[in-house]
């Protein structure tokens, strides 16, 4: 290519559709690095014209007014934007053929053949790291010469197919300039003065572990590959001076390299010294026990992170060998657990419904013993969802573990209900069966996790369980089974166990993996907390109350267990008074015949102390946190407290969390 091809400047349309969350927006980080490459390294850069990011969804014909003028379309997909972004392409490409129709991004499978017979409007895909790749095409558009152009594939003018192998990874990650430093978001942001923006952050590509339901590992292969850090501290600079509250990082395993807790620290110090970033969101490295302590110890002790994530996914041998995950010590995610317990830290562990190798009864299992270990906060149970790319997106992997799925179209946690405006839905493949967890045992499974969810971690029972497991050895699995029996004699934990199983069967049938009511700010909530909602907006919580303490005294008699009646009967009432409620505006007193609430938190900090029966009075602080409305406790309470499970007086650290992140 020569600059005499060039007539006029050739115009490039980036597209990186990103939800917003809470009324905040993502800065299009991807868009901003394909176009900072070509800018800084394109053969005559002059000649190219950017059109203004396209970040967020918007109406399709919206989009395409906005990309008419360009010749170079690039879409960066995934599975929240693929629809829509096809069905902007697919306009586009009707209104101007000329248009070059560009795919990446993780939702372009690796064996494109079908993908791109399926899509005709679709000129070229990318495979993998897309700054060398998509310049190089941007360079050939003149004479259309793809022949010289690896990490692609296309259809010729005859319809073979052809596919190029994979470059090299970039190993030099510098040769990329900073979209945040190279200000190319300055005009997005005076464009739009009145978003709150986020921002997406690198400091490494590449993932050493090759989880079979992940796409990070197989797009990166295994060596990690690094951003020099004098380039991180300075666009934590950036963030700090745009004022950007939320970062989310997107390596893999932030820690893994030693110069991660630097990194933190010094994330630590600019919030310190100008406030902001307030959160820095990392994924854990898997195996790296001291290092990921003390890095995590960094973002708590500054408030960046407001808690740790252990994402454990299972604990079960069987189920780990057969996601690849056999190389991540499960000691380590225990011997974190403890230390951070022991230290105050908050955490909250990740487990995946329906992996392959799990069966219900290694589920609950570990679930239990993922409480014994001291998980009181939360554990997010996640469904599992097949990513193209994945090794589990292979038909012959779910072939060997008899893995059923079904279309579920995607929807936030607490994201609002409603059409996008573009009225494009984007779906997932969500697996509601395998050969070692059947239809029925699936359903089950998930009953049982939403009910652990509402008694343990939404806090309804959590005192009362947490005494009768320490004192009589009874299992967290046994105590909530005990609520998903079928002949309970209860009308109220009846109908708890049936919403349940309703709304599983419907996640199986294609339904929608959240609740919704229109009255309860028109969000999607997880089935626990909507059930939650329930029982205190209906005035349920005196009969559930009722209904428990019959239930849990029957189940002690018969395993003839001698609990006092008193210790149980006062520990339920303590946990009932404990509820935060709206319209609560005094404080009110307490008194129990056992130390009650001091061995419920010894248990917490992992530190427990002996049970003693002695009178206590405790007074419980409702004047200096009350609701005046059932709208401000629903997102105050129930939203903003769902990570920590802060529904109990005495937890009052309560702030602001976004739609769609957990």
């Given at each position: ?550 239930l849990l005294n029957l189940f002690l008699d018969s395993q003839f267990i001698d609990f006092p009646t008193d210790l149980l009967d006062q520990s339920i009432m303590l946990n ?87």
């Amino acid at each position: 290519m020569n600059k005499k091809e060039f007539s006029k400047k050739i115009k490039i349309g980036l597209v990186q559709i990103n939800n917003s969350f809470s009324g905040a927006s993502y800065f299009p980080y991807t868009s901003g690095l394909l176009q900072a490459y070509i800018q800084e390294h394109a053969r005559f850069s002059e000649c190219y014209e950017f059109l203004p990011f396209i970040y967020s969804r918007i109406p399709v014909e919206e989009g395409v007014n906005q990309l008419l003028s360009a010749n170079i379309v690039g879409f960066s997909t995934y599975v929240w934007n693929f629809r829509l972004s096809l069905e902007i392409a697919r306009k586009l490409k009707e209104q101007n053929s000329e248009i070059l129709i560009v795919f990446g991004g993780p939702q372009v499978p690796d064996k494109a053949e079908d993908f791109l017979s399926q899509f005709p409007f679709i000129d070229v895909v990318c495979h993998g790291e897309g700054e060398q790749v998509f310049c190089a095409i941007v360079e050939n558009y003149p004479s259309k010469d793809w022949g010289s152009i690896p990490s692609i594939s296309y259809l010729d003018d005859d319809g073979i197919f052809i596919n190029h192998p994979k470059a090299p990874r970039i190993k030099d990650l510098d040769v990329i300039p900073s979209p945040y430093i190279n200000g190319l978001f300055e005009a997005l942001m005076l464009e739009n003065p009145n978003n709150e923006w986020l921002s997406l952050w690198e400091t490494n590509r590449g993932c050493p572990f090759s989880c079979t339901f992940c796409d990070w590992g197989s797009a990166t292969a295994s060596k990690v590959y690094r951003f020099e850090l004098e380039r991180l501290l300075a666009e934590i600079d950036w963030f700090a001076d745009k004022k950007v509250e939320f970062v989310f990082c997107c390596d893999a395993n932030f820690g893994i390299l030693s110069r991660d807790t630097q990194i933190a620290q010094y994330a630590a110090d600019i919030k310190s010294r100008i406030g902001y970033p307030q959160a820095l969101s990392v994924q854990n490295t898997k195996n790296a026990t001291d290092r990921a302590y003390e890095t995590q110890r960094i973002l708590n002790a500054s408030g960046l992170s407001k808690g740790v994530d252990l994402a454990l996914q299972s604990i079960d041998e069987n189920t780990l060998e057969s996601v690849k995950r056999a190389n991540i010590s499960i000691e380590t995610y225990e011997i974190l657990q403890q230390r951070f317990t022991n230290d105050g830290v908050a955490t909250f562990t990740d487990i995946i419904l329906g992996l392959p190798g799990e069966t219900y009864e290694s589920y609950v299992e570990g679930v239990s013993k993922l409480i014994e270990n001291g998980q009181h906060n939360r554990i997010q149970f996640n469904n599992l969802s097949i990513l193209p790319n994945a090794e589990m997106g292979d038909p012959k992997y779910q072939q060997k573990y008899g893995m059923v799925t079904v279309p579920s179209e995607i929807i936030n946690i607490h994201g609002l209900r409603g059409n996008p405006k573009d009225d494009v839905a984007e779906v997932q493949e969500l697996v509601i069966a395998t050969r070692d967890m059947p239809k029925e045992d699936w359903v089950k499974t998930r009953v049982f996790s939403w009910m652990i969810a509402l008694l343990h971690f939404d806090k309804l029972l959590q005192i009362p369980l947490i005494l009768i497991h320490q004192v009589c050895g009874i299992s967290f699995r046994q105590l909530t089974e005990l609520f998903m029996e079928k002949d309970i004699n209860g009308n109220t934990i009846s109908e708890i166990g049936a919403f349940f199983t309703d709304k599983a069967e419907d996640i199986q049938n294609g339904g929608f993996e959240f609740c919704n009511s229109p009255e309860w700010l028109d969000i999607w909530w997880p089935a626990d907390e909507y059930m939650f909602i329930e029982l205190c907006r209906e005035h349920k919580l005196d009969v559930f109350y009722q209904e428990a303490g019959e239930l849990l005294n029957l189940f002690l008699d018969s395993q003839f267990i001698d609990f006092p009646t008193d210790l149980l009967d006062q520990s339920i009432m303590l946990n009932r008074e404990l509820i935060k409620l709206p319209f609560q505006e005094e404080d009110t007193d307490i008194t129990t015949s056992y130390n009650i609430w001091e061995f419920f938190r010894s248990v917490l900090v992992g530190k427990p102390i002996i049970l003693d029966e002695i009178e206590c009075t405790y007074r419980i602080n409702r004047a200096g946190f009350s609701w005046s409305s059932w709208e401000k406790w629903y997102r105050e309470v129930v939203w903003y407290g769902n990570k920590k499970g802060a529904y109990l007086y005495g937890n009052d650290q309560i702030e602001r969390q976004y739609a769609g992140h957990y």
